[in-house]
């Protein structure tokens, strides 16, 4: 072994109409930070689209609801809707030269539904207010379907406008920010919904990790240094979890592909968060000094499997080859 192991058309509505000459594009590209996890989202150019009453002057990035959202540029808070308004809760960031970013959409649920009762606390980022001062790949907030996006599916609708107002056409920014050629085909119906805002979020969302924005450590990722064939997964808590043994591993992964080589001090500067626990329903485990066999849960819960019946309930007749020895320690 290599590796040793420790939807539909959206944004009905914007907050208020424009003229299909104060929507043209300008040409215009800025360099920005991806505005959420790139490679969580879908988009395509869909600025001047026809909408409701007027044209559309954004790009709407389609992904699951709570991936985060990140300051595109170094600037200020200049707007952010509190409470809740018509078109959802929104932030705009105005960057030094006058230019402001405009995030709309941004969630309105209590994680894990669709109530519209999740309010500021978990559409922005904590202690995020007007007059607050970012910096470029900072939480700002988190995606989701709020305002008239309501009931069609979670995305952010992202704006970029000229110090005089005038928006412009973010695609091409967006397409720099993400690294140029990409499959930006929009879905014709919403897509089943990814984990949260990752490019492999399972282990997040089983620890609960909340979101933050870390240089050292990209959350969802796999590191590793050149000089240990020790292997991290990347919280979204920009801490490292640690796999106790190759069965946890490959209960979540595959293959290596995925780990990224990084260096020994960008790898130190990374607080290491805990164990990886295996994926919930993959397998079965014994404790070596114990006769009980378990199933795992969210978290690393185990639940005694009382009965062989059981075992065969949930896991089939092969169930016997679908239990790993633990030991005590972990």
Known sequence: ???????????????????????????????????????????????????AGHSHIGIDLIGPKMTPLYAAVDGVVSYIVIPEASWGYQIVIKDAEGWTYHYIHINNDTPGTNDGKGGPENAYAPGLKKGSTVTKGQLVGWMGDSGNAEGVTSHLHFEIHQPNGTPINPYESLIAAKGGSVDLVAPSEPTSPLPVGTTDDGINTDRNLINIFSNNCLSGSLIKTASNSAVYYCGADGKRYAFPNDKVYFSWYKDFSSVVTISADKLAAVPIGGLVTYKPGSRMVKITSMANVYHVEKNGVLRWVTSEAMATSMYGADWAKKIDDLNDAF
Do not use: H, N, Q
């Open 1 to 51: 072994m290599k590796y040793s192991i420790l939807l539909p058309a959206l944004c009905l509505a914007l907050i208020l109409p424009v003229s299909s000459k104060a929507a043209e594009d300008t040409a215009t590209k800025r360099a920005i930070v991806f505005p959420t996890v790139a490679s969580a989202v879908t988009f395509k150019d869909d600025y001047s689209a026809p909408r």
